[in-house]
């Protein structure tokens, strides 16, 4: 049974707290990970949203082009291609169309369609690709797609503890994704199979 499965980048397929060291520089701030507790980081970094656009603007390409990869991102992907199709959303806007496609070559991923939305409202993209599976780490957008029926895995991080709704599950890491995607094939498999 092949799947459709949705892929968010940052902070999913990417470490999430891997921007904190150019920001902190930049800013001249010491920020650490477990601090960062909500997702506009010009809040965490204090600095007005305006400013860090301005980082954003100029270091934005630099700063994906380093990305690191979270633990097992790569092999789990890899795996999940071989027998579903993958799609990556990103919120991430066109213009970064270039740096995205070079890391995901850089780094071996499985070259799947990568739609850069420029938003990050992603129902109306899950709803055209047929998604079965959303894999995402920005709360907002968990939400936004479980009421809209989609069943999202929420990879867990500072800034997205918090209370979840029917149809998110908490993961925690790569491992734990290709897990419950193998499990959700079986039992889907297993209905299906009772129903004929
Ligand atoms: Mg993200």
Redesign the pocket.
Known sequence: MKLNICV?????ITDAYHWLEMANEYFKTNVKPCEVTVYYVHEVLKVTRQDYLRFYEMYGEEMHFNAILREQAKEVLCKLNKFHNLYYV??REEKMKNVTNKWFSMNGLPNSQIYLLGSHYKVEKAKELNCDIFI???YE?AIQLAQAGFKVLLMDCYYNRKPLISGITRVYNWSDIEKIIGEYTENTIKKLTKIA
């Open positions: 968010d980048i940052d902070g999913t990103t919120a995402e780490d920005r957008n």
